[in-house]
């Protein structure tokens, strides 16, 4: 079975400051996907990030980074110069195979302080 | 391309009754999936198809739950004698094979609320 583990139900971090978002996760599978989402109050389900399990380099987009290390089966979230906007519940997901099911974790709520 | 559409965005029904949910998903997605988040948690997968042929249901999906996709596009989630504990947000994804690109998106979800 697969699972994913988000330790900190909440976060805060001030405007402009850097938060890291925990994650761990568990699969048999040798090849899978990683993911970030966000999902602001509207609901709508957005794509942060995601890093491809046979990659070793960390995954990047603009404030986003990743730090991904596969034998410990951790994959943390970096958020740099924090903005308002970033405030949501993030969730990390697994997905063992390009385009199937997507397990999610319990979610993390970041509140950004102004 | 609008992206995924589901209808309606809320739905408020007495517990006993039958609900239905639509998902239209991206129209070259050829995979729709169904996933149930309840307050607080994340979202748990349900049920998902490939053209119009459902190729997986979680043990989440109970009896009284069905979920069609008649011709491989738009797809229907029925709930049937609805309880308390169906309460949650309802969401739809869709998704499409092509090379490396990852195309799996999200709808904004339908909100239930049984009383």
């Known amino acids: 079975a697969q699972t994913v583990t988000q330790s900190q139900p909440e976060m805060s971090v001030q405007e402009a400051e850097t938060v890291t978002l925990s994650c761990t996760y568990d699969t048999s599978e040798s090849d899978y996907y990683l993911f970030w989402y966000k999902q602001p109050p509207s609901r709508q389900m957005i794509l942060v990030i995601r890093q491809e399990a046979y990659k070793q380099q960390n995954a990047t987009e603009n404030r986003f980074s990743v730090n991904f290390q596969k034998a410990a089966k951790s994959f943390s979230l970096k958020i740099s110069d924090s903005q308002l906007g970033d405030a949501a519940m993030y969730f990390c997901?697994?997905?063992?195979?390009?385009?199937?099911?997507?397990?999610f974790g319990p979610g993390t709520s970041l509140s950004v302080i102004p | 391309d609008t992206g995924v559409s589901q209808d309606p965005r809320h739905k408020i029904t007495k517990r006993g009754q039958n609900v239905t949910f639509r998902c239209d998903p991206i129209?070259?997605?050829?995979?729709l999936y169904w996933y149930r988040q309840t307050l607080g948690q994340g979202p748990e997968f349900l049920t998902y198809?490939?053209?119009?042929?459902?190729?997986?249901k979680s043990r989440l999906l109970s009896d009284r739950f069905s979920a069609e996709r008649p011709k491989g596009s738009f797809s229907t989630l029925e709930i049937q004698r609805t309880e308390q504990g169906d309460s949650a947000m309802y969401l739809c994804a869709s998704s499409q094979r092509t090379g490396g690109d990852y195309g799996y998106t999200f709808g904004s979800g339908t909100r239930l609320t049984v009383v």
């Open positions: 997901a697994l997905m063992k195979t390009s385009y199937d099911k997507v397990i």
């Open positions: 129209s070259e997605h050829n995979r």
């Open positions: 198809f490939q053209n119009e042929a459902q190729l997986e």
